[in-house]
């Protein structure tokens, strides 16, 4: 099956009014691309990107939102918020907000479940530490994470979902996984959804995440179950993330 290649810029907490301009107008010069680009900035720009992208074929993410619709959660931002600024994707689950913030998989699987219900798109975030790694857990890890979400909104969900399996060790560190690593895991992600649903584990676009670069990307993209990349600092470079959504075609 042929599945339609994301390249997706999280930000993270970077950026200003003055450099978000800079960014996205050097965005707006990338030629036309078969996959879908995305660019995911902090909550007080989303309004500031809705409009800059607005005549691009470039799509709004959010970073994170709330399990909760609505009420008196001091400083959390609810799924309705998002959609009226335009955003199609949030990331949840991601390695920092599940190390730094404490979020459970118990937690994520409800804001899954919120972003469904919202008729928004969830990103959802997978991987293990290095630790994790080294003693041979990287699959149960990123099987639990999963399994989570399954029992609460089903494994047809995954239909309306995109994963991105980032392992921990690889963000932010310079290290990345090799074309072969990240291959690896993402068939053994798509045999464990296959055992829920074949139909589902063949549609579901599984993203990589992990100090991704223009250099690295070209191999990535070639492996047959990596459906694109979710980009950390290289998408803060409109040259670099450009030349990475070139590399997916």
């Avoid at 007080?44 to 691009?56: E, F, G, K, R």
């Avoid at 990287?138 to 239909?159: N, P, R, W, Y």
């Avoid at 990535?220 to 409109?238: E, N, W």
């Amino acid at each position: 099956m042929i599945r339609q290649k994301i390249v997706a810029g999280n930000w993270k907490m970077n950026g200003s009014k003055e450099s978000i301009v800079s960014l996205i107008n050097g965005l707006l010069e990338m030629e036309d691309s078969n996959s879908e680009v995305v660019v995911a900035p902090s909550f007080p720009y989303l309004s500031q990107v809705n409009d800059l992208i607005s005549d691009s074929s470039i799509v709004l993410a959010a970073q994170n939102v709330s399990q909760e619709v609505k009420g008196a959660y001091t400083g959390e931002v609810s799924t309705s918020m998002l959609g009226d600024f335009g955003v199609k994707y949030v990331l949840l689950g991601h390695s920092e907000r599940r190390s730094l913030y404490g979020e459970t998989n118990e937690l994520v699987a409800s804001k899954v479940k919120a972003v469904l219900d919202s008729g928004l798109t969830p990103m959802l975030c997978i991987g293990e530490t290095l630790a994790e790694r080294e003693s041979g857990k990287t699959l149960g890890v990123c099987e639990q994470q999963l399994q989570a979400v399954i029992d609460v909104v089903g494994i047809v969900s995954f239909e309306q979902m995109v994963i991105a399996y980032e392992p921990v060790w690889a963000i932010g560190t310079g290290l990345s996984a090799s074309a072969e690593q990240a291959q690896e895991v993402h068939s053994s992600i798509r045999a464990f959804l296959a055992k829920s649903s074949e139909s589902v584990s063949q549609k579901v676009q599984i993203l990589y995440g992990g100090s991704v670069k223009a250099s690295t990307s070209s191999a990535l993209f070639q492996m047959p179950d990596v459906d694109g990349a979710l980009v950390g600092g290289a998408s803060l470079d409109a040259k670099e993330f450009i030349a990475i959504v070139k590399t997916a075609g």
